[in-house]
């Protein structure tokens, strides 16, 4: 694949797009990279996901003017990963200075917020060698599993569902 020049990546996928409702791709991040730009032009949508580090916001708010002066900007939709939330108490452990309403005060159109999972479930996890499964038997994934229910249902929008059930909804056949 590295010796395919990068305008063909795009004709690749032209070649079968007719052939799937839905392609999804893990592209670099930097348009500059050789795969990036001509998907990016190609494509109807893409989700750029973003985390409440600062760093990260900052330069997003860069690349986001880059993306705007090669006309792609409104291609372009954000997800939050990690997103902070209060507790079922309702409350922070510590008041945030730096949250998710500043990344939509910042200008970044967010299609959801996917929740922090535990640290020590998560290394717990790497540790065994087990992924996370979301699942609704288990009540600390439910959240993260509806957030990204949201990201599928704004990628292929399916007849009948329901935000209160998003976890029945059937399978489609070739969906993801």
Do not use: M
């Not at 004709?11 to 050789?34: C, K, R």
């Not at 690349?63 to 939330?85: C, D, Q, T």
């Amino acid at each position: 694949v590295s010796s395919i020049y990068p305008s063909y990546y795009a004709y690749l996928i032209e070649a079968i797009a007719d052939e799937f409702d839905v392609i999804i791709i893990d592209t670099n991040s930097s348009v500059s990279h050789t795969t990036t730009l001509p998907l990016l032009e190609f494509c109807d949508k893409a989700y750029y996901v973003i985390n409440l580090d600062f760093n990260n916001i900052k330069n997003n708010v860069r690349y986001r003017e880059l993306l705007k002066e090669i006309g792609i900007a409104k291609k372009v939709k954000y997800v939050l990963n990690e997103a902070i939330n209060k507790d079922k108490s309702g409350n922070l452990k510590e008041d945030l200075l730096f949250s998710q309403e500043n990344i939509v005060d910042a200008g970044f159109d967010l299609v959801t917020s996917i929740p922090i999972i535990d640290k020590s479930v998560f290394l717990n996890r790497l540790f065994t060698g087990e992924p996370i499964i979301l699942d609704k038997n288990i009540d600390y994934t439910e959240d993260a599993k509806r957030a990204l229910l949201q990201v599928c249902e704004d990628v292929y929008p399916c007849k009948n569902t329901n935000k209160d059930k998003l976890g029945e909804v059937k399978k489609k056949k070739g969906f993801f």
